[in-house]
Each structure stands twice: as C-alpha cells, then as structure tokens.
C-alpha cells in the first residue's frame, strides 16, 4: 500500500518535470494562463471577504463570547478554503478540459509512438469545445454530492475536529478522478467505470490527488498544478495499466 501511494504521488513529480518538453509546451501554456487568471482572482476575491467575515462576525459576537472566535475561525478558514479550492479548480478545468484532452493526447504519443496510441488531433474541433465543459459540468455535480455532507459535519460540534482529515481524503479523490478522466476517457471508460477502476486501485489514486492537493496549496507551483496532473495522470495510467491501451 505505501509503496503504491508513494508511487502515486511520483507520477504527479514526474508531471512537474515533463512540463518543459518539446512537444508539450504549447499545449502547457493555454491551461497555464487560465488556472493563474482564475487562481488570482479568487486570491484577491476570497482575501477581501474573509476580512469583511471577520469584522462581522467579531461585532457580531457579545464580549464573553469573544473566545469562540479564535476557537471556530480556524475551522472555517480551513473549510472556506476548500470551498473555493473546489469552486475555482473545477471551474479552470472546465474551461481548459479541451487543451488538456489534447495535451493527454500528446503526452500519450510521447509514451507511445506506436499505433496503439491515440493519434493527436490538429486542434479542439468545435464538438469538443461545446461537450467538454458539459463534461466537465456532470463531474462537477458529482463533486458538489460529496461536498455538500463534509460541509454539514464541518459545522457539527465534536465531529467537525474530523474535518480538515476528512476533506483532504475527499478532495485527493476528486483530483484523481477528475484528471484520471484524460487517459481512461481516451479509452473508452465512462464516468462509473473510471470510478471502479481508481477504487480498485486506492493507494495508488489517493497518493496521486494528495500530491496534486499539494501542489495547489504551495504558491506559484499551484499555477503549474493542472498541466502537470494532466501529464502525470496520463503517464500513470499508461504505465500501470498497458493492457487498457
């Protein structure tokens, strides 16, 4: 199991540093300038209203209960923080869902100059431009199914301590199978398919989110985040299972 979670996590390194190849660059920078344009200005939106939270909440609170404030605002920054971790990832990929189809593609070639690999196309053809953010629109729900309880608990007394754990797994998961979505979907996998396969195989996609969680938590990298999970999803699937090819 640890050996496979380690492995997991290492593919998304090895991400990292197939970024700069000849032959994948073009593909790196679109995805690229979305997810900066996107992460910054939910950065400087998210500041502005934690400042306005927390002048509210500390009028809000009578002066004996001016303790639960520095007891409960860790918490909800934490929460708030996956919120729109969520919120702003989801959307980045939905917009760039047809560039990283492509870069998958490449990445594959790359992995495979043979005939087993799928060929990559000249560009997005409008038909992936206009069902890729409906793709990527379905997964998002999925996503919102399981978020929704983790919110309610994060707010139950005594359970809630459970939350930051418990957000951190879910989210590992959701990055997995959001860009494990590249490879499997190339491979004629849908959605519930993909889902058995990753859960067949939990260390290795649990240590392959928690890395790309990671990655988005660590400034500047976060920018690079997307691209490399793109290629590294790609990369491990390739690998772990040839025969799906």
């Known amino acids: 199991m640890s050996y496979s979670f380690t492995r997991g996590a290492g593919y998304v390194l090895t991400g990292l540093r197939w970024l700069p190849r000849a032959g994948l660059r073009s593909f790196v920078v679109i995805p690229l300038l979305i997810n900066t344009a996107l992460f910054g200005t939910g950065i400087w939106w998210s500041a502005g209203q934690f400042e306005r939270l927390d002048q509210a909440v500390q009028r809000w609170l009578p002066a004996w209960l001016a303790w639960l404030h520095w007891l409960l605002w860790p918490l909800f920054i934490v929460t708030a923080l996956v919120v729109i971790f969520y919120t702003f990832t989801l959307v980045a990929n939905a917009i760039a869902a047809p560039f990283n189809g492509l870069l998958a593609e490449r990445v594959e070639k790359l992995v495979d100059p043979g005939s087993r690999a799928p060929q990559p196309s000249a560009g997005p053809s409008w038909r992936e431009l206009l069902f890729s953010p409906l793709t990527?629109?379905?997964?998002?729900?999925?996503?919102?199914?399981?978020?929704?309880?983790?919110?309610?608990?994060?707010?139950?007394?005594?359970?809630?301590?459970?939350?930051?754990?418990?957000?951190?797994?879910?989210?590992?998961?959701?990055?997995?199978?959001?860009?494990?979505?590249?490879?499997?979907?190339?491979?004629?996998?849908?959605?519930?398919a993909q889902r058995r396969l990753l859960r067949r195989h939990w260390p290795l996609t649990l240590g392959f989110g928690g890395m790309t969680l990671l990655l988005t938590l660590v400034p500047v990298l976060n920018f690079l985040a997307m691209p490399a999970a793109v290629i590294g999803a790609t990369l491990m699937w390739n690998r772990e299972l040839p025969d799906s090819r």
């Open 136 to 192: 990527e629109l379905g997964k998002l729900l999925y996503f919102v199914a399981w978020a929704i309880p983790l919110i309610v608990l994060s707010f139950v007394p005594a359970v809630n301590v459970a939350a930051p754990a418990l957000w951190a797994v879910s989210t590992s998961w959701m990055l997995a199978l959001e860009y494990a979505d590249y490879p499997l979907g190339h491979r004629g996998l849908d959605h519930r």
